[in-house]
């Protein structure tokens, strides 16, 4: 193995040597995806009329590579991501990436990426990858790309949030996406809408923007990158039920895991902001990159709300217990975690 490179002070951006790692590219040109193979980290020549540049028809997943404290190169429930990814594309009018495919292009960029998998301290670092689709046809009309890059980065990464476990998020009165949209997908234009909204939620003082749903402007739906939980007074866990919101891997580890290992009360459903700032006793956000980050509070129509009166514990259970699970150290009960070399 190469000589240890030092990870340590990563945050969670590109990697400054980032062109020192491989990435994967596949291309779809004449109806079929060509084989794929991983290549250095390089710079993309696109056409300026390129549909993506113009028209937005990408995609993208976000997974992260542990060097798990039994020594073992290891993913979390990957295929979830391939089938996301494949879901997405159809929603997009992408071809679609077969999950085989997807698996192997995976698999790849970790393995030839080894070195730049940081020791996990805790599930704090970690190598994440971004498996990305775009239409890359230069078109002038509105239409579907007839070609495709179907690609894969890595970068090593430290935190999501600035703030390492507890953050405070600011309602926006933006909306992320609406009923029968794309909200359910990992596609560009979802998070393009989020860039103001996070601007304004930080001039405020806050980290981050939660959005309410597009009918009433009353139901929480999620924040920009990661899905909602809040702990009510009677002990019953709740999350806003899917839909529009981008059906999370991590959101669905939890619900299993509060069900099946801490045996509580879990419930997907409407969940008013009001609701939440009057009466819940612990909140979080979870999602590959935030992992689980507790909520400090909530600022809703121009009023800061506190939201965990309970000592953060159940996302400090959560945490240790989905960690535990992903760095090995904890049993897997569901089967969970795929090993790569
Ligand atoms: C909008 C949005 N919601 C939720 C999540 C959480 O999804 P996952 O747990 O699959 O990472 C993400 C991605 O991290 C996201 O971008």
Redesign the pocket.
Same mark, same amino acid.
């Given at each position: 193995m190469a000589a240890k490179r030092d990870f340590s002070n990563l945050t969670f951006s590109l990697y400054k040597n980032a062109q020192e790692m491989k990435m994967y590219e596949s291309y779809y040109r004449g109806g079929a995806w060509d084989k794929g193979k991983t290549v250095p980290f390089h710079n993309l020549e696109l056409s300026p009329a390129a549909n993506i540049l113009n028209y937005g028809q990408g995609i993208f997943e976000?997974?992260k590579a542990y060097r798990s404290v039994r020594g073992n190169i290891v993913m979390f429930r990957p295929e979830?991501?391939a089938q996301?990814f494949a879901r997405s594309c159809r929603k997009m009018a992408i071809p679609e990436v077969p999950v085989d495919k997807f698996m192997d292009a995976v698999r790849q960029v970790v393995l030839q990426n080894e070195e730049f998998i940081p020791d996990s301290d805790d599930g704090k670092y970690s190598m994440y990858l971004r498996p990305v689709c775009i239409g890359t046809e230069p078109l002038l009309g509105v239409r579907a790309s007839k070609e495709y890059l179907f690609y894969i980065f890595a970068s090593p990464v430290g935190p999501y949030f600035d703030k390492v476990g507890i953050v405070s998020l600011w309602v926006t009165d933006v909306h992320?996406a609406a009923a029968h949209g794309t909200g359910d997908a990992?596609a560009v234009c979802?998070?393009a809408v989020t860039m103001r909204p996070k601007i304004e939620a930080q001039v405020r003082g806050f980290d981050e923007a939660l959005y309410l749903d597009t009918v009433h402007n009353k139901f929480v739906e999620?924040?920009?990158?990661?899905?909602f939980f809040a702990l009510m007074e009677d002990e019953t866990l709740v999350t806003p039920n899917l839909g529009i919101?981008?059906?999370?891997? =991590?959101?669905?580890?939890i619900i299993r895991l509060a069900r099946e290992v801490f045996a509580m009360k879990v419930v997907e459903r409407e969940l008013s902001v009001e609701e939440v700032c009057s009466g819940a006793k612990e909140c979080f956000l979870?999602? =590959?990159?935030?992992t689980i980050t507790s909520v400090r509070e909530i600022n809703w129509q121009d009023k800061t709300y506190n939201v965990n009166k309970n000592d953060y514990q159940l996302a400090h259970k959560l945490y240790d217990l989905l960690i535990g699970i992903q760095l090995e150290r904890e049993k897997d009960p569901f089967g969970w975690v795929t090993k790569l070399d």
């Open positions: 976000g997974m979830e991501n996301r992320r990992k979802n998070y999620e924040a920009g990158a990661a899905n919101i981008l059906p999370g891997i =991590t959101r669905e580890s979870c999602g =590959t990159g935030a």
